[in-house]
């Protein structure tokens, strides 16, 4: 909560993200500030047979000029994924795209980077965010999903109306659908607590998506965890009931469980690791370490110095 709380909060972020320690550590999680970092990482994993997702790094944008230079911070990425013939899509965040402030504005937006990404044949993500922005997220994704094959959405487990959602979703025709456990602090008369009973409901979620209906209704899902317990129910069952390796994806985050990662691909897994860069990356990366309380320790050393 502590790491949560530093993550927003303007004037810890101004001193934190100038102090060179912290940014050294951050590198353990973010790929770089410019896309062509990013590129390059995602051709290293790429190399390693594993997939990526480029996120560029961003909060909630609090004018109509922020939203836009988002916008086209995406575009480029797609470009350059096209150009550079990396294995990739995109992930995108609504209120960095203008949701909150001008809901028209960020339709917008979202509409040009997923229409440019059809042209290229790419596919774009939608992030979950806190709860107070997920209906007018999942209407959006709605909306551009009337005309747009090629848009996925994400859904956190953590939430009590993840399992209604994602039912909802699969008979909508939801093609892309990543399920995740939730990192936002969330209200209890909203979430579950975090814990065992989260791992439950997202493997309730895992198991919808599995059903033959939902696959016969093309619903492609990515399981994004590094929760052991969850990858190898997913292995088992996939295994027991015959889910071909290319009818779903695991996903992981950039610089978390890299062994795993390894492993996973190269067991033949497909799996799709999601790679954030960009100059506004301190949010993101206290976000990471606020999921592990060893990280904390790591990161008082750091700041404590040689
Ligand atoms: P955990 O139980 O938290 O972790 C399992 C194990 O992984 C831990 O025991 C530890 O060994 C390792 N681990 C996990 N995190 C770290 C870390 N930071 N540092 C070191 N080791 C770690 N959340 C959202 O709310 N909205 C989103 O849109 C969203 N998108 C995501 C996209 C992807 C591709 C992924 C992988 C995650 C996303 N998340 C998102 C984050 C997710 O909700 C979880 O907070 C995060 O994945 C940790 O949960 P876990 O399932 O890995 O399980």
Known sequence: RLLLSLSCNQRWQN????????????????AGETTEEAIKTARLLNELGIMASLHYLGEEAAEGTEARASRDAYIAALDAIASERVESNISIRLTQLGLGLDDALCYENAESIVEHAAALGNVVYIDA???????????????LRERHDNVGMTVQ??????????????????????LCKGIYPESPSVAYPAGEIVREKLLDLVRAMFR?????RGVYPAVATHDD???NWVRRYTYYHRVPADAYEFQMLYGVRRDRQRWLADQGYR????????????????????????????????????
Do not use: C
Request: charged share 20%.
């Open 15 to 30: 001193y934190l993200a100038s102090v060179p320690a912290v940014w050294y550590m951050s590198r353990r999680f973010i």
């Open 212 to 216: 033959p209906e939902s696959r016969q």
């Open 129 to 143: 965010e806190g709860s107070m922005h997920y209906q007018a997220a999942l209407d959006l994704y709605r909306r």
């Open 229 to 231: 317990l969850v990858i």
């Open 157 to 178: 487990a953590q939430l009590f109306r993840s399992q209604s959602d994602v039912e909802t979703l699969i008979k909508e025709g939801v093609a892309h659908l990543r």
């Open 271 to 306: 799996l799709r690791v999601y790679i954030p860069y960009g100059t506004n990356w301190y949010p993101y990366f206290m976000r990471r370490l606020a999921e592990r309380p060893a990280n904390l320790l790591f990161f008082i050393r750091a700041l404590a110095g040689p």
